[in-house]
């Protein structure tokens, strides 16, 4: 006699998408005790949205590409990611990851997130470098005028109220280091986060 046995479907496991990986990405980078955590912060006059950037005593870019996005886009995003940011890394997938290796430049970190018992978590591919294609300038304009203003006030003679973003951006720049720059903006960008200040733009704050 031949039975009909019942077969338990095995559960499909949903997409990894931007949505679940930013959540275990934010988890992540929370438990290092950043200075600040900001969401979809406009960098290169809007040319590009950084997902995710993290500060400690420098602002570090992280970009989300899940499972079904187009990893080839960063080709285009990265561009401005490098001129913006000291450091960037990719979060992507495991159906990403070979490309993503070719495509991304040496000095960007690689983490993969993947699904576990214990829910989404990232893996960590390689370390992210010291980008030399920094523009101190472009970097800059991360920033509001008012903290432009803030800036470079004691750097110039002229009255910062009359002087336009690019004035600003260029003073600054003349007169800093890339690491005295770079540690500015971080502070500026942490500033903004522990005053809650209104935006035009459209992001989320976290300050830790």
């Not at 959540?23 to 929370?30: I, P, Y």
């Not at 576990?116 to 893996?123: D, F």
């Not at 591919?125 to 008012?146: C, E, G, I, P, Y």
Request: charged share 25%; hydrophobic share 40%; aromatic share 6%.
């Amino acid at each position: 006699m031949t039975t009909v046995q019942e077969i338990t479907p095995l559960t499909t496991l949903p997409a990894l998408d931007d949505k679940s990986i930013r959540q275990a990405l934010l988890q992540k980078l929370a438990s290092r005790s950043p200075k600040a955590i900001i969401e979809e912060l406009y960098a290169h006059r809007g040319n590009a949205i950084a997902d995710v950037v993290s500060i400690h005593s420098e602002a570090h870019c992280y970009e989300i590409k899940g499972e079904n996005d187009n990893i080839q886009r960063i080709l285009t995003q990265g561009k401005y990611y490098d001129l913006v940011f000291p450091k960037v890394t990719l979060v992507t997938t495991d159906n990403h990851l070979e490309k993503a290796l070719s495509l991304a430049p040496e000095h960007w970190g690689i983490q993969v997130a993947r699904h576990t018992s214990k829910g989404v978590k990232i893996s960590h591919v390689r370390s992210s470098k010291r980008n030399k294609l920094f523009d101190k300038q472009l970097a800059l304009l991360t920033l509001w005028r008012s903290e432009l203003a803030e800036v470079a006030l004691p750097l110039t003679d002229k009255k910062t109220a009359r002087l336009t973003r690019a004035n600003l951006t260029e003073i600054i720049a003349e007169n800093l280091s890339q690491e005295s720059l770079m540690k500015n903006i971080g502070e500026k960008l942490v500033a903004r986060v522990a005053a809650k200040l209104d935006s035009p733009d459209s992001y989320k704050l976290y300050a830790y």
